[in-house]
């Protein structure tokens, strides 16, 4: 069983920053592929960033040169800096994670509100 814990959300202007993490235990962090999801009120959860084992890196467009998701793998965190934020950005933003031959995100954290104001 992997446990998820993020933190770093709160209420910004538009057009400012903050940086979310993602605390992982429980049993080994080793392959595990990470990923940030988010759901805004009245929508489905969508998918924002992942990164696997190795570093590699994948953005929805959305926030491509805004977001930039990274992990420590050594302290088993992972981390989401987010610049220039929107108002539509605004959400709950979620961790997850998977092992590398999973299908889907299978394990994923209690969510940390993000709100952006205009």
């Known amino acids: 069983q992997v446990l998820l814990v993020e933190s770093g959300g709160g209420l910004v202007q538009a057009g400012g920053s903050l940086r979310l993490s993602c605390a992982a235990s429980?049993?080994?962090?080793?392959?595990?592929?990470m990923g940030w999801f988010r759901q805004a009120p009245g929508k489905e959860r969508e998918f924002v960033a992942r990164?696997?084992?190795?570093?590699?890196?994948y953005y929805v467009d959305s926030v491509k040169g805004r977001f930039t998701i990274s992990r420590d793998n050594a302290n088993n965190t992972v981390y989401l800096p987010m610049n220039s934020l929107k108002p539509e950005d605004t959400a709950v933003y979620y961790c997850?994670?998977?092992?590398?031959?999973?299908?889907?995100?299978?394990?994923w954290g209690q969510g940390t509100q993000v709100t952006v104001s205009s």
């Open positions: 990164i696997l084992w190795s570093g590699s890196t």
């Open positions: 997850a994670a998977r092992t590398p031959s999973a299908a889907k995100f299978d394990y």
């Open positions: 429980g049993r080994t962090f080793s392959g595990y592929v």
